[in-house]
């Protein structure tokens, strides 16, 4: 049951002791700057191989096969570039998927991002590229930009000790700056179907009659996005005599139709990647309005009281305002973020891990590479902008067994955010129910406890400031 009404009457008091009726007006014009300025930077992340390497692969069900990429048949120039990539064992999809790739055969790979499949078909690539060094060599067709790009990253990283030229193709950009790139006679061409099929139409000089590869990534969320027309007509005009390789995420009937239009005797590998969630974590999601956000949170933590809660956020500054707002309303929480020294953060993590403080605020830099022990619930109090986060996130509860709860605040700003978690988990979370009466008894006072804990963190940010210019 929601002792809801107590806990109204607890943020009263908590409100009156702060004392913050005493600047009510003042404050409220700061709260309304700052819903109003420019969302704060996210805190820098770290750089993606380091996740990598802090991850370990550690929730991959499949095996590699392989321990050493030097197991597998591919160019002494290739491993060279593979090794500068700090890439030492193959991950279970490049395992499956090489062997048969070098052998020239058409592969269907169901893995997810985060798997190491971009590797598992630009190796391959690359490996067959060495001999031919022929333009317009290999298409790589992906639904979003950002993974266009992230591709051809990886296609630049490997093939640097080849002088491999490659370019991305996507929406958004200018298409004579594009036309000009593709006139310089790129051996990879990355690009999105509706991009590279406006280029074919219009671009004089430009065809792919040559090409020797085609990969289709994230082939479900081509589908989902409406590339299948754009699709069906790259695979038109382009020879029929290629080798071709599909990955997605899921199996589908539109996936499996694909498949028939586009592969010969495909080889078939499939592999689950650390991407899946723990069987006994129990997932779902809010839609709450973006200014009704603290008062789920509050309500939620009421609801979930004594438990042990990480919750996470975007930015710094979040995490620093969440915490007082806690603090302000009683409940022992503790922030962790990246303007944190490490032994700030590490004090704060004890805190947490001796229950001193039931309620962990933070930043997905600062909990990553930290032994976060195992929580009753994670609360997504702002949605990550990088699905991989998600799974780090949810990965801190319902670990060696124990059942957890997690449970992420989608407000109208998160859509696309979120969809692309969901697209990665390849499943829809359950809707949480969020009664508008509880919002509406507990709402004007988490706001004014909210104001006051934006106050406080403007004393705190001016103190530090005047200590710095102090010791300087
Ligand atoms: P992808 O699934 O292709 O998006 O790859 C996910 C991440 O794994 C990327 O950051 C790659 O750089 C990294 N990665 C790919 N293969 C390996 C490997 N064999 N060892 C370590 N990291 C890898």
Not at 50 to 59: A, R
Not at 204 to 211: D, I, P, T, V
Request: aromatic share 6%; glycine share 6%; hydrophobic share 35%.
């Amino acid at each position: 049951m929601i002792n809801t009404k107590a806990l109204a009457d607890k943020i009263k008091q908590n409100a009156l002791k702060a004392k913050e009726e005493k600047s009510k007006d003042k404050l409220k014009k700061k709260e309304r700057k700052e819903k109003h300025s420019k969302p704060e930077k996210e805190e820098k992340s770290v750089s993606k191989a380091n996740v990598e390497e802090e991850e370990g692969y550690e929730n991959a069900v499949t095996e590699s096969k392989f321990t050493s990429f030097n197991q597998l048949n591919i160019r002494l120039e290739l491993l060279e570039s593979i090794e500068q990539m700090k890439f030492t064992t193959p991950t279970p999809i490049q395992s499956e998927a090489i062997p048969h790739a070098l052998e020239g055969k058409d592969i269907i790979g169901l893995a997810q991002t985060g798997s190491g499949k971009t590797a598992a078909f630009a190796i391959p690539i690359l490996n067959q590229l060495w001999e031919d060094k022929l333009p317009y060599y290999g298409l790589i067709l992906a639904p979003t930009r950002e993974l266009a790009f992230q591709i051809k990253e990886t296609f630049d990283a490997l093939g640097s000790s080849m002088g491999v030229r490659s370019v991305c193709i996507v929406g958004g950009m200018d298409m004579m700056d594009q036309a000009r790139d593709l006139m310089r006679k790129p051996h990879i061409v990355v690009a999105t179907p509706g991009r590279i099929m406006d280029h074919l139409e219009h671009t004089k000089g430009f065809n792919l009659k040559n090409l020797k590869y085609l990969v289709m990534d994230e082939a479900d969320r081509l589908l989902d996005m409406d590339f299948g027309p754009a699709l069906d007509k790259i695979l038109k005009v382009i020879p029929l005599n290629r080798t071709t390789y599909l990955f997605s995420a899921t199996m589908t009937n539109k996936i499996a139709k694909l498949q028939r239009a586009s592969l010969r005797n495909p080889v078939r590998v499939s592999v689950s990647t650390k991407y899946q969630t723990a069987d006994n974590l129990v997932q779902s999601m809010m839609l709450v309005s973006d200014g009704y956000k603290n008062t789920v949170l509050v309500h939620l933590l009421n609801e979930h009281q004594g438990k042990s809660i990480i919750v996470f956020t975007r930015t710094v500054v979040h995490a620093q305002r969440t915490a007082i707002l806690c603090k302000i309303l009683g409940f022992h929480a503790v922030p962790l973020h990246g303007q944190l020294s490490q032994t700030q953060r590490l004090g704060a993590l004890n805190k947490f891990k001796s229950g001193k403080s039931n309620i962990l605020i933070a930043t997905d830099v600062a909990a990553r590479g930290l032994d976060i022990p195992s929580v009753d619930m994670v609360i997504n109090y702002d949605i990550p902008t990088d699905s991989k986060a998600y799974i780090h996130r949810v990965g801190r509860t319902a670990r060696a067994g124990k059942s957890g709860k997690s449970i992420s605040l989608v407000t109208q700003y998160d859509a696309e955010l979120y969809l692309r978690i969901e697209s990665v988990l390849g499943k829809k979370l359950p809707k949480d129910p969020v009664s508008k009466e509880v919002l509406d008894t507990l709402h004007s006072h988490v706001d004014r406890a909210m104001a006051e804990s934006i106050r406080q963190l403007k004393d705190m940010h001016e103190k530090r400031d005047r200590r710095k210019r102090d010791d300087k």
